[in-house]
């Protein structure tokens, strides 16, 4: 089955740490994305991606940092310089193209020891 | 930027019982998208609006695009309880991005 498989589900950060989080899709999509979601605040997007080797700051992207150096893979870095981490992240995908849906992973939770 | 407000955040409904959430952009829109995410998981696309005064109709679910391009709502008619969940309108504009409002946390109570 085609989809997007982000992992961990669960991830623990300490103070000053750096933390990567897994982004790899097989549904031959060209874009991926990154967002943050908080409670009551909905998602809100952090990089995206439209070709390998290529990605724009979204609406947050301070603190944080991506890679695309394969289609099928967009990895997300949660820098020390991330004060308040602690949130859901979702990573999707979709074709690039006008009216495009976006396919979802199911998602990564950080949290702060 | 674009700004996609959605109204209400939260609402509980009594199951059987009629349910409508909306949202406003502050820039004309694209297309609209809807989402829904059931607690504990992940957005799921539902539909997509493209033209102005469009009017889609999934079983229960009625969407609608404001002739203006920039507002849409969803209605549910007799909700069940597996309406329950989060839903999210996500507006389409310039650079193929979608701007997401901030959701409608449907209860249903039984």
């Known amino acids: 089955d085609g989809g997007i498989t982000q992992s961990p589900k669960y991830l623990f950060r300490k103070e000053g740490q750096n933390v990567t989080l897994s982004c790899e899709q097989n549904?031959?999509?060209?874009?991926m994305y990154w967002y943050r979601q908080d409670p009551g605040q909905g998602l809100r997007l952090i990089y995206y991606?439209?070709?390998?080797?290529?990605?724009q700051k979204g609406d947050i992207a301070e603190g944080y940092s991506v890679s695309r150096e394969k289609k099928e893979s967009f990895p997300l870095t949660v820098t020390s310089a991330q004060k308040n981490p602690t949130a859901f992240y979702l990573c999707?995908?979709?074709?690039?193209?006008?009216?495009?849906?976006?396919?979802f992973g199911d998602g990564t939770r950080l949290s702060i020891l | 930027g674009q700004q996609v407000m959605q109204i209400p955040q939260y609402q509980h409904v009594q199951e059987g019982e009629d349910f409508t959430t909306y949202c406003n952009s502050s820039?004309?829109?694209?297309?609209i998208q809807w989402y829904k995410q059931r607690p504990g998981g992940h957005p799921v696309f539902l539909i997509q609006l493209v033209k102005s005064g469009e009017v889609k109709k999934q079983k229960r679910l009625t969407f609608q695009f404001g002739e203006a391009k920039k507002n849409s709502s969803l209605h549910i008619t007799a909700t069940q309880t597996t309406d329950v969940g989060t839903y999210f309108c996500a507006g389409g504009g310039s650079a193929r991005q979608l701007t997401f409002g901030s959701g409608t946390q449907l209860t249903v109570l039984p």
């Open positions: 549904l031959n999509h060209d874009a």
């Open positions: 999707a995908s979709s074709r690039v193209a006008d009216n495009q849906p976006q396919h």
């Open positions: 991606s439209q070709i390998v080797n290529d990605f």
């Open positions: 820039t004309t829109l694209s297309n």
